[in-house]
């Protein structure tokens, strides 16, 4: 199976706030996911990145991709 870590949009329209998920690549965006390990919301200033370290960190390791988003936003 390959795993993605991306961004799953919640919210509602014009106020969105996104998950960080782990999940298959094959399945939608917003579709089921293996775990959640963070959430980031835009809208605040400045923006809002939380998330677990050790959970990214284990899924990089097993062989996680993660999305050109979520690389930026966990970057610092």
Wanted: net charge positive; glycine share 6%.
């Amino acid at each position: 199976m390959a795993t993605v870590v991306r961004l799953t949009r919640m919210g509602r329209n014009k106020k969105p706030f996104y998950r960080i998920v782990v999940t298959d690549s094959r399945k939608r965006r917003d579709g089921g996911s293996i775990e959640s390990i963070g959430y980031y919301n835009p809208l605040t200033q400045p923006a809002t990145v939380k998330f677990d370290e050790q959970r990214l960190a284990y899924w990089k390791s097993v062989g996680a991709k993660l999305s050109d988003r979520v690389a930026k936003i966990t970057a610092n």
